[in-house]
C-alpha cells in the first residue's frame, strides 16, 4: 500500500504561489492515478486536480482553478506535485493527496487578501 505525505502549505497573499508536494511510499506508486483535493471549514472535500497514470499522464481540473493550477508527478521521485499561482483567499483550504482510497494527512494553504 501506499502512504502519502503533503509539505509545502504556508501563508501566501492573494496573486501569489505555491508549490505543493505529496511524498509516496510503497512499491505500487506508479500503478495509481493520483489527485489533490482541498477543504475549507464548513465545506466539504472538493476536487482539484488529477494526474492519470495511463494516457501519457492525461491531467484534469477542477474548474475554479483551471489555468492557474499544475498538477504533475515524479515517478523516480515517487512524488506528486500541485504547482499553484495567481492564489485567491478563496483558495484557502487544507489540500489533501490522493491516490485510490490512501489519504495524506494534509497540509495548510491560507491566502491572504
Known amino acids: 500500500q501506499v502512504q502519502l505525505v503533503e509539505s509545502g502549505g504556508g501563508l501566501v497573499q492573494a496573486g501569489g504561489s505555491l508549490r505543493l508536494s505529496c511524498a509516496a511510499s510503497?512499491?505500487?506508486?506508479?500503478?495509481?492515478?493520483m489527485g489533490w483535493f482541498r477543504q475549507a471549514p464548513g465545506k466539504e472535500r472538493e476536487f482539484v486536480a488529477a494526474?492519470?497514470?495511463?494516457?501519457?499522464?492525461?491531467?484534469n481540473y477542477g474548474e475554479s482553478v483551471k489555468g492557474r493550477f499544475t498538477i504533475s508527478r515524479d515517478y523516480a521521485k515517487n512524488m506528486l506535485y500541485l504547482q499553484m499561482n495567481s492564489l485567491k483567499p478563496e483558495d484557502t483550504a487544507v489540500y489533501y493527496c490522493?491516490?485510490?482510497?490512501?489519504w495524506g494527512q494534509g497540509t495548510q494553504v491560507t491566502v491572504s487578501s
Open positions: 510503497g512499491r505500487t506508486f506508479s500503478s495509481y492515478n
Open positions: 494526474i492519470n497514470t495511463s494516457g501519457g499522464g492525461s491531467t
Open positions: 490522493n491516490a485510490g482510497a490512501r
